[in-house]
């Protein structure tokens, strides 16, 4: 089965801690995206990642960081840098960077700053 | 300026009703539009892709674009108690970069009742 697959589904976070969500496709795809979702917000775009090796800050960078040594996969750091972390994040691939490209999302994970 | 504006909503229907969602938008080099359907506490799910201006139909789903008026829609016939869940448009330019990046509407809440 081909997809996207984000964890842990669920994460608890103490104030002043660090995270790392996972994203994982095995799509093949070059394009990678994290996204946050609050409600009433919609999406917006934290970092993207054209291709390996590479990645570009999106709409609300600060307090994040993100790597992409493999295609396959694009981990989000949330920093204790952040001051609302509470959200839902969701990542995405596409099969390339162009304007064109379907994205595909993730079923999400919830974080929840205690 | 890159906005797009979405009526949250939420929007109740009987079930076998016509659905009307929409979007309007201010930014007139966007030529990629797209309806994703996201379920509670899920990832949004790619329900219909158009380019340009016109209308396209899939089953019971029909993504309509009016590049004149910066206007789309997304009719919904038949409707099901399925269908009950928040719907995003999401919208990019034509070429690569940041500007390929997908603007999100907030989404719409639709319920469809039986």
């Known amino acids: 089965d081909g997809g996207i697959t984000q964890s842990p589904k669920y994460l608890f976070r103490k104030e002043g801690q660090n995270v790392t969500l996972s994203c994982e496709q095995n799509l093949n795809h070059d394009a990678m995206y994290w996204y946050r979702q609050d409600p009433g917000q919609g999406l917006r775009l934290i970092y993207y990642s054209q291709i390996v090796n590479d990645f570009q800050k999106g709409d609300i960078a600060e307090g994040y960081s993100v790597s992409r040594e493999k295609k396959e996969s694009f981990p989000l750091t949330v920093t204790s840098a952040q001051k609302n972390p509470t959200a839902f994040y969701l990542c995405a691939s596409s099969i390339s960077w162009q304007g064109a490209a379907k994205q595909f999302f993730g079923p999400g994970t919830r974080l929840t700053v205690l | 300026q890159k906005e797009v504006e979405q009526d949250p909503g939420p929007l109740s229907v009987p079930e076998g009703a016509i659905v009307s969602l929409n979007c309007t938008y201010s930014n007139s080099a966007f030529q990629y539009f797209m309806w994703y359907r996201q379920y509670s506490r899920k990832g949004p799910e790619l329900l219909m892709y158009?380019?340009?201006?016109g209308n396209k139909e899939d089953g019971r789903f029909t993504a309509q674009v009016d590049k004149s008026s910066k206007y789309i829609s997304l009719f919904i016939r038949d409707s099901q108690p399925s269908d009950s869940a928040t719907y995003l448009c999401a919208m990019s330019e034509e070429y690569g970069g940041s500007q390929g990046n997908l603007i999100f509407g907030k989404g719409t809440k639709l319920s469809v009742k039986p």
């Open positions: 158009t380019y340009s201006s």
